[in-house]
């Protein structure tokens, strides 16, 4: 007799139920706890998700908490938050209707691609049965029958998969479970859920819902890659760090510090590595690039080997390749994905920061740079400081700066227990020279994709992956007005975040890179945009209309005043304050590719374009 088949338990559930349960047993390990691997779902229901993803998330409202936002974009963007802040070991799913809904999440996805952070993205998709074909906010193609809005998700998720049949949703999870806990694959995956096919059941086995408990991989270099490293900084005098967001990600930050200090290297950071070494370290020599630090970039541009760890070296890092002045510069890249480690010849270590960092350590031995350099960083750093102290001084102008501003937020509300975080608008610049992050996570920049309108969202997403920190956001008035409507979701879930919300009327940074290049000031400040009546925006009395405690500040004696009185209120808060649109912080900063037009009958134009020409001289091309 031929041996009996032991079929596997099943499970009769539909698509939506399966997935569901699914995402409940997904665990990680964090500092030494078992949680679950989702902090929650977002989602915002419609025709596409509310009868099959909707009942299905009813059933699991207990295990995993489901949350209601206001406008899709905006809780995606608070997933994205989430997951960052969590340093990526913990994330979030997000679910919407067909159509609109789904396409509102498109310009996150793009966000999490480009920062390379986890989040699961579950829009309802048109009926796979095609019966009631075109269905409400079906998007039709008149040349492929199996188009759907879905399909925009394609270039900005690392996996995308359309799920048809019900059994098909087993190694989609399983994928997506993969792609969103790889090092090198991180980012996120979009799961597009047939309507229909959400409500269909299917024997699942037992199998699939068994707990799983994940770890994340740490890579080690390989040996060869790891002597070319060795023997490059060994043969350097000048070598400086320039410290990315993958330290962060690998939970790196001491170990960096530690090779600093034992190997007399001084360390600069990107905007998404800012915050890897405490910026009071004396060989902390802060933002690097277009909008560092002149201590920073005094430093990159005499180094003849650079230690790129965890960065993808984007041009704001590298002031579009014209920051590097030394003719003899070499380039080392530790980095998880190969794609980065090998950028513009480096010599690449493919492998983990934490694990890579400390390897390199231990066989660099007693080797330390040159004494010279430690001396040259801390007499760069003090000339820094000062002129930092001075960006941020007490003033009471009628119009004060946005560093003004920041000295004045710094003041009351920066340190350990306090994570600030910005996105986009001439506050990333500034905050990357000027805010004093101390500690890992303490600075929350989205600036891969610097999407306007993060920001308040972002604020709420930190919220709730740190609720024992105070969250910090500050924002222009031109992406408050983009995106702000999670200002009210903050307070319905009782998530206090603080908004300083400056006032400049219009997008200033965008007005003065448009001067700069010999642009007339055009359609970026409100009065030099078309209108019949001049807006009059009362930001005060809107984020009042939201919930938000709200005030208008009218100096900064007043802000500073408003933080402390405010810092210990249970709700979210607004403080409001005017500012001039044209100050920056001079010292510092560094040149920036931005083609400048070739034919212009104004002179202005053609002065900046000679001014370009000159400035591509410097640029290092492959």
């Given at each position: ?146 188009l759907s809005a879905n399909d925009a998700f394609r270039p900005v998720v690392r996996y995308f998969d359309r799920i048809t049949r019900p059994e098909q949703i087993i ?222 001084a007490p003033t009471n102008v009628a119009l004060p700066s946005d560093a003004q501003v920041i000295g004045a937020t710094a003041r009351n509300h920066s340190g350990e ?206």
């Amino acid at each position: 007799m031929s041996p009996k088949t032991v079929r596997p338990e099943t499970v009769r559930l539909t698509m939506a139920q399966a997935v569901a349960r699914f995402l409940t047993k997904q665990m990680t390990i964090v500092d030494g706890e078992k949680l679950p691997i989702f902090g929650g779902i977002f989602a915002i229901f419609g025709h596409g998700n509310v009868a099959g993803i909707g009942e299905a998330l009813y059933g699991i409202k207990d295990t995993l908490p489901i949350y209601r936002a206001h406008n899709e974009q905006g809780m995606a963007h608070a997933a994205i938050a989430y997951a960052k802040a969590s340093f990526r070991q913990r994330f979030m799913a997000c679910t919407t209707s067909i159509g609109p809904g789904a396409l509102n999440m498109v310009t996150a996805a793009g966000v999490a691609h480009v920062n390379r952070i986890p989040v699961l993205f579950l829009p309802g998709d048109i009926f796979a049965n095609r019966a009631p074909d075109p269905v409400l906010q079906q998007i039709e193609s008149y040349g492929d029958g199996t188009l759907s809005a879905n399909d925009a998700f394609r270039p900005v998720v690392r996996y995308f998969d359309r799920i048809t049949r019900p059994e098909q949703i087993i190694p989609a999870l399983k994928r997506a479970m993969q792609v969103m806990t790889d090092p090198v694959d991180c980012g996120p995956v979009c799961l597009s859920l047939c309507q229909d096919v959400q409500a269909e059941a299917f024997d699942y086995p037992e199998s699939f819902f068994d707990e799983k408990v994940w770890t994340f991989r740490r890579q080690h270099a390989d040996d060869n890659e790891l002597a070319a490293a060795i023997a490059a900084l060994k043969s350097s005098t000048k070598p400086a760090i320039i410290s990315g967001g993958g330290v962060l990600y690998s939970l790196a930050t001491r170990e960096l510090t530690a090779f600093a200090e034992k190997h007399g290297i001084p360390v600069v950071v990107t905007q998404a590595g800012k915050s890897s070494i405490d910026e009071r370290h004396p060989l902390s020599m802060g933002s690097v690039g277009v909008t560092g630090t002149s201590s920073a970039n005094a430093i990159i541009d005499q180094a003849d080997l650079v230690l790129a760890i965890g960065t993808r070296l984007q041009d704001f890092t590298t002031g579009s390749w014209t920051i590097f002045k030394n003719p003899d510069v070499k380039f080392v890249g530790i980095n998880t994905a190969s794609f980065d480690a090998a950028k513009h010849n480096s010599l690449p270590v493919v492998g983990d920061a934490r694990v890579t960092i400390t390897a390199l350590s231990a066989a660099l031995g007693g080797w330390t740079a040159p004494a010279a350099l430690k001396e040259q960083a801390a007499r760069l750093k003090a000339e820094w400081m000062a002129s930092a102290e001075k960006a941020m001084a007490p003033t009471n102008v009628a119009l004060p700066s946005d560093a003004q501003v920041i000295g004045a937020t710094a003041r009351n509300h920066s340190g350990e227990n306090t994570v600030l975080l910005c996105a986009a608008g001439g506050l990333p610049g500034e905050l990357h020279k000027l805010w004093p992050a101390t500690s890992p996570g303490s600075y929350h920049m989205e600036y891969g994709f610097s999407c306007m309108g993060y920001e308040v969202a972002g604020g709420l997403g930190v919220k709730m992956a740190r609720p024992d920190v105070d969250v910090v956001v500050m924002v222009g008035d031109g992406s408050y007005m983009m995106l702000n409507s999670e200002l009210s979701t903050s307070v319905m879930m009782g998530r206090k975040i603080t908004v300083v919300l400056l006032d400049n009327r219009g997008y200033g940074c965008i007005n003065r890179l448009q001067m700069g290049t010999g642009g007339a000031n055009f359609n970026n400040l409100l009065k030099d945009s078309y209108h019949e009546v001049m807006p009059d925006i009362d930001f005060r009395k809107h984020a009042e209309a939201m919930g938000a405690v709200a005030l208008k500040v009218q100096s900064i004696a007043e802000l500073e005043q408003a933080l402390k009185d405010t810092r210990d209120n249970g709700r979210t808060t607004v403080i409001v304050i005017d500012t001039d649109p044209l100050i920056t912080t001079q010292e510092g900063g560094h040149w920036w590719d931005v083609a400048v037009p070739e034919v212009s009958d104004r002179p202005e134009v053609k002065k900046a374009r000679e001014a370009y020409i000159k400035a591509l001289s410097a640029q290092i091309i492959g």
